[in-house]
């Protein structure tokens, strides 16, 4: 079955989205994921820490300061899930968790020298990889990449994906 172009398309056929195109699409996300995550996977194991940890620190890094309610956010995950791992990461001296100014209910994260130094790990195994797949496939590709990640996000995190484009 071939779908047909919408409005503003020209009437072209638009091949790529054939059922066929996209299982190989998603195929090819799924083991490209399996790439991505199989270096800092086996830098996490010798921690003794998982994806969840990495994602924590990745955003903590990020924005620096950011509130648990902010990474419970981004991250999408339980408040019981996060704590679990926040408690890992400020116990083995990798973040350090401030009470707010102005509100002391509120718990500000920080990475501690140690954990930049682990996160940093993590990341330029990543950014070797992306770099060498964006070398590869070239500058229109690697633009074109990003809209297809940016239309498959959810309109919440695509705002949260914004303001960390912006730097914030």
Do not use: W
């Amino acid at each position: 079955m071939t779908d047909h172009a919408g409005p503003g398309a020209g009437g072209e056929s638009l091949l790529y989205l054939t059922d066929e195109q996209l299982r190989k699409g998603i195929e090819a996300m799924f083991f490209a994921y399996r790439g991505f995550t199989a270096d800092p996977d086996r830098i996490l194991a010798e921690n003794g820490y998982g994806r969840a940890h990495h994602r924590a620190l990745h955003f903590i890094r990020r924005c620096p300061g950011t509130t648990v309610n902010n990474l419970l956010d981004i991250l999408g995950v339980t408040k019981q899930s996060l704590n679990r791992v926040l408690r890992t990461l400020i116990e083995d001296g990798l973040v350090e968790s401030r009470v707010g100014n102005r509100d002391k209910r509120e718990r500000h994260l920080y990475l501690t020298d140690k954990g930049a130094e682990l996160e940093t790990r993590l990341s330029e195994v990543q950014r070797e990889r992306m770099r060498a797949a964006y070398r590869a496939a070239g500058p229109e590709a690697v633009a074109g990449f990003r809209k297809v990640l940016e239309a498959m996000m959810d309109p919440q995190l695509r705002a949260h994906f914004n303001r960390l484009k912006e730097g914030g």
